[in-house]
């Protein structure tokens, strides 16, 4: 029996938790890459790391797919260009299996769009990050939280910049007197601060504007779905809008939208 211990003056006896402490499950990753090279050092770069597990390597898209099937990995680090099928072909047969976190040296806007388009959960480009953010990328994404390197996020930006052009003829339909009855704000003839939205908000709207999906928001600010989805609720409430097309609408300034008042 073990001996009674004083403590302060208190009597204390050390007795064993009779619930064994549960083990911390480590992050099962594939690694996918057509260089031997580059995949060899990233699966021994990440089986340095606690908490993280490299349960297989793939060569192209065909392997990878059958690793995924045979191994369920808890992440996918997937490149872009590889032979037989390339990472974007195989991309959407990936996502449903487990998250997938670009890693590559593609950095051409149109592909880094279509990744995300393609269900993507982060996209960096070699030489853009150091170990510790792709590892901490490694976890994130496991937690829904989007990474992107700053060629990717560039690029998403561009594609919302791109975007909202198309959405701005809406406004050139609008009434003449709905767009001399507000102030000048950028140049849109909105006056916005009517409305009160913070800068992160002004971002997220702005976004929706270009057409964004609340994936590809998350994505490109850095932020979680749930969190971008927090704002949305913010801004509609703000706008008195019950959807994004009437956000949208009142945002571009095609109705009018409800006067700030305090």
Known sequence: MRRPTSQGGLMST????????A???PVRVLVVDDNPVVRAGLAALLATRDGIEVVAQAADGRQ??????????DVVLL?????DVDGLSVLPHLVPIAPVLMLTYSQESEIVQEAIRRGAGGYLVHGEF???QLVGAVRDITEGRACLTPTAATALLAQARACAPARSLQSQQAPLQLQSSVGES???GVDRARYGLSQREEEVMELITGGMTNHQIAATCFISEKTVKNHINRIFAKLHADSRSQAIAVWLGTVRGPVRHG
């Open 23 to 25: 083990a911390v499950r």
């Open 64 to 73: 990878a797919c059958a690793a995924a099937s045979a191994h369920r990995p």
């Open 79 to 83: 490149d872009v260009r590889m032979p």
């Open 14 to 21: 050390a007795v064993p938790s009779p619930f064994p402490t």
């Open 186 to 188: 950028g140049g849109t």
């Open 130 to 132: 150091t170990v510790d």
